[in-house]
């Protein structure tokens, strides 16, 4: 729902938050969970290159108006007491955090009167994980990703019959969920060698996968599906996922039960939340995979979502070497994709959760999947780039890449852009490889 949140002409009297192309516009509005100094964790809000300091604001008498309960929820040292209410109360936070940095009005001149205390640089900030999370699970929501990696893993050409039915996931582990630039280590595991017999060793085939994580908010309770049109009002925001994953490790544990080791040791998350209101402007039709495909079943079909269940987010993958950033060698794109590529709505991916009663709690990270588009250069992970490895591609630097290396770092950037808005940006997510560590 669009409203005076999302007008085009808004300015803040925050400037950098004016500037063309920023990230965090007054339209943006995103979360975070930062400390600074020796004070603890707290609740933030991007604008431009700073961040407004929620607790703060409390302390200024800036949140006067909201309510009580969503005040204590802001002041909390992570947003899931936050993400635990109610869609109406996320608008009407937004609304008020609109106000407050607008540049113009009485509660704006009270903020902007007390910008020394309510303020502060991203710059001098470091930002942490912004929620407990109590599950992770990872879809695969990408009809693209689907047929080139059956292709490469087994040659056919024809994705497995599941696969048009439903957006397939496994459940993933949330301990190891590391927000961007915590280390990242190249895992260890069983390497299936000659004659299925494998050897426990480091990675050889180390890789990423661009996608996008789905921040549930409102829960629902055990045995009570989530449907497809209410399925919304219980995702909180979005953040930038990469789900690091050891694919000869994976290539032999996968069968029968799918991906475990090779894909536990870790995967990232940029700490920035962007939420379902700021990214309003940017909805799309669903996209079609092709008339080849069956509708799908009923629990995962509606009207409103075909003609507006998709969102408009487009990414960048960058990578850089030791050598690179010894020689001062701007990263290499390696990619360039769009969710809006993808075949499986978000919608559709969260009823999919539920649907056999599972309950959702506030803070459950879901990664859409990787997200590949229909071009081979779109591909979102190396797998499919290499083609498992078979092809090799060069870095500015003159290395040679199939697989990620020891020392080799990614960087993910994600962005809704359309004529008229304003550009809302996710921030950046990034993860450097880093040696096993521990030794077998």
Known sequence: MLNETHAADAQSWVESANVKDVDFPIQ???????????????????????????????????????????????????????????????????????????????????AKSSSGEVLIAQASAKLIMPMNIGDFTDYECSHHHAVRMRKIMSGSSKPLANGFYLPRAYHGRASSVVVSGEPVYLPLGQIEEDNEIPAYKPSEKFDYELELGIIIGT??????????????????GFCLVNDWSGRDIQKWERLPLGPFLGKNHGTSMSPWIITLEALAPFRAPQTSPGDDWPEPLDYLSSDRNRAEGALDVEFEVFLSSNKMRADGVAPHKNSSNRLRDVHWTLSQIVTQHTSSGCNLRPGDLIGSGTVSGPAPHESACLYELSEGGKKTF????????????????????????????????FGELVGRVLPPATKA
């Not at 991007?46 to 802001?74: E, H």
């Not at 829960?219 to 909180?236: C, K, Q, S, T, V």
Request: charged share 25%.
């Open 219 to 236: 829960g629902n309770e055990r045995g009570h599906p989530i449907a497809l049109d209410d399925a919304e009002n219980h995702i909180f």
């Open 394 to 425: 060069e870095l500015p630097s003159g290395e040679i890449r199939s697989f990620l290396e020891i020392g080799d770092e990614v960087t993910v950037r994600g962005a809704s852009q359309k004529e008229g808005y304003p550009r809302i940006g």
């Open 28 to 110: 943006n509005l995103p979360f975070c969970v930062y400390v600074s100094g020796a004070q603890e964790a707290q609740i933030g809000v991007g604008i431009g290159d700073q961040i407004l300091d929620l607790l703060a604001c409390k302390k200024a008498g800036l949140l006067d108006g909201l309510s009580d309960v969503i005040v204590q929820a802001l002041t909390q040292k992570t947003l899931n007491d936050f993400m635990g209410l109610n869609r109406a109360q996320w608008r009407e936070t937004r609304s008020h955090l609109f106000a407050l940095l607008l540049n113009e009005g009485e509660l704006s001149a009270r």
